[in-house]
């Protein structure tokens, strides 16, 4: 497989705000492809961070009495906190308080300022004090004047403005649009990007001068860069882009930006006609996931239902940190509709796929190998049983899962992992080696299926590891397995576990209480 780039981002994560479930779901999901593609031999940059700037930060420290520095400071560290205790994979985390990043944007500000895609103008309309958004007199009626997200009413405004020339960029849009109709996905968010754009766009301001915590207009003190217009700008300024020379250019463009759904429009047209008007290349794919429920109902603080990071704590002290990866992308929102998060159905996911699937299998064939081979790999003579052949089946699997994880669909890449397991499963039960091993004259045909059963769990495992990492490496040193360095296209190539090779028995996913992570 030829080495390419890979690049992904998280969306920079608002500072006023406590790390949840939310942030945890988006930078987990960009941890499994990224280290998806690392093991296919690509050269990945992950990017997450953190969003600094803007009036609800400045009023949040001034009413605890600190500097707007302060509270961007103790609040990244804790986001900080997250990656590692989450084991995120990210090569780098930005924060849009950094000199780096602040002085790129100015300088492609400044070009834009040259260009007169940005003008000084008036603004007069509504504004989403929450979302920190403008909308005209048309879009905040079809709102009927209230926050789409937060609910609460939308407030009239009239200021001085420096603006972006997004109406000019209408036509270069809808031909984007038409051209690449996977450029945002899933399909249904697209739909909702196009009817809005149907309805014609209209310019959009860049600058405020009612709070002075950000980035200043180049050569206009009295102006501030708007929140979201210095937020697009981390996902080329982490690569340097904004200097004359970058080592990291070489992986712009992104290959997916993923967001949640509320936070779309900025990224699916303001981001790529700002792109335009920089002359640089376009995102490959904006992939905007829905969002998480809880119980049923809404998450609020008020009902008690928030999944916040004591929360997840107690699920992963119960479960395990690998439990929990899986469920968020195996039952997450993936696509258009929002997930419920339920604790029945969390133990559940964990018993049915993890405990009786993933960890009853590697048992079942670690210990058969360990009680009639005295844990040595047998060999394996080539013959299809039960009609399985072994090396199609896994041929077919390992092509479907890493075609999937490399298009996003994370949750088909894991199926063809586990369709793997089950067919193991389902083989032990057809053959039933534990039977043959009772005859000393099928000696060569039990060693065989043994061979194949192990043999196909460790390919399974290998398209598994990105999502459940630890207890993979654990079942691979039980049964002497490297997970590659450069690239696994060989690695889950059928034969790779050696006759001989000495094992033991492990035991991966432990069941447990129901109602424990009360």
């Known amino acids: 497989m030829t080495q390419e780039t890979r690049y992904i981002t998280t969306p920079i994560y608002y500072v006023n705000d406590r790390p949840h479930i939310g942030h945890v779901y988006t930078s987990t999901l960009c941890d499994v492809y990224a280290r998806a593609m690392r093991n296919a031999g690509h050269d990945v940059f992950f990017l997450t961070g953190t969003d600094e700037h803007g009036v609800k930060v400045e009023e949040s420290a001034e009413k605890r009495g600190i500097t ?27 924060r849009t308080t950094d000199p780096r990043h602040e002085s790129q944007v100015q300088t492609l500000v400044s070009k834009l300022l040259a260009s007169g895609d940005v003008y000084l103008g008036d603004f007069e309309g509504w504004y989403d004090q929450g979302q920190e958004e403008y909308h005209t007199e048309n879009s905040a009626r079809e709102l009927d004047y209230k926050s789409l997200i937060s609910g609460k009413p939308l407030v009239r405004a009239t200021e001085k403005n420096y603006y972006f020339r997004l109406s000019a960029y209408q036509e270069r849009l809808e031909k984007l649009f038409s051209d690449h109709p996977d450029f945002v996905r899933p399909s249904g968010r697209c739909n909702e990007v196009l009817g809005r754009l149907r309805e014609g766009l209209q310019d959009v301001p860049i600058s405020r001068t009612n709070f ?3 980035i200043p207009m180049p050569d206009d003190d009295e102006h501030v860069i708007y929140v979201w217009i210095d937020a697009l700008f981390n996902y080329i300024s982490a690569l340097d882009l904004g200097e004359e020379q970058s080592e990291l250019g070489k992986y712009w463009p992104v290959n997916y930006h993923v967001v949640g759904k509320e936070i779309l429009w900025f990224h699916a047209v303001i981001w790529p006609a700002i792109l335009m008007a920089l002359d640089l290349p376009l995102p490959q794919c904006i992939y905007a996931h829905s969002f998480w429920i809880s119980e049923g109902r809404k998450m609020s603080k008020t009902l008690g239902n928030f999944i916040d990071l004591e929360e ?27 997930a419920d998060f339920a604790a029945e159905k969390f133990h559940d996911v964990y018993n049915a796929h993890l405990v009786n699937t993933v960890g009853n299998c590697a048992s079942r064939v670690t210990a058969m190998i360990e009680k009639y081979f005295d844990g040595v790999v047998p060999s ?18 390992v092509t479907c899962s890493l075609n999937a994880m490399d298009t996003f669909l994370l949750q088909e890449a894991v199926e063809s992992a586990m369709s793997i397991v089950r067919q193991v ?34 390919i399974a495992s290998i398209l598994l590891h990105p999502v ?25 190539t059928w034969g790779g576990i050696q006759p001989g090779t000495l094992i033991q028995k ?10 424990t992570t009360e």
Not at 73 to 94: H, P
Request: with cysteine; glycine share 4%.
């Open 468 to 492: 459940i990492p630890v207890k993979m490496d654990e079942l691979h040193q039980t049964i002497g397995v490297e997970m590659p360095s450069q690239n696994s296209a060989a690695t889950l």
């Open 380 to 397: 394996d003579n080539g013959e299809i049983f039960a009609e399985t052949d072994w090396k199609t089946i896994c041929g077919d699997a």
């Open 425 to 458: 499963d389902l083989f032990i039960n057809t053959t039933a080696p534990f039977k043959l091993a009772k005859d000393e004259t099928k000696q060569v045909e039990l060693g065989a299926i043994l061979y194949q059963c192990i043999e196909a769990l460790r």
């Open 312 to 338: 997840i704590e107690k699920y992963i002290d119960v479960y395990s940190m690998d439990a929990w990866r899986y469920y968020l992308v195996t039952q997450g929102p993936l696509g258009t509709t929002d």
């Open 212 to 214: 002075s915590w950000g």
């Open 68 to 94: 707007p520095r302060a509270l961007a400071d103790e609040n990244a560290a804790v986001f900080q906190s997250i990656m590692k205790m989450f084991s995120l994979t990210n090569d780098a985390f930005i």
């Open 506 to 515: 492990v035991a991966l996913f432990p069941r447990v209480e129901f109602a």
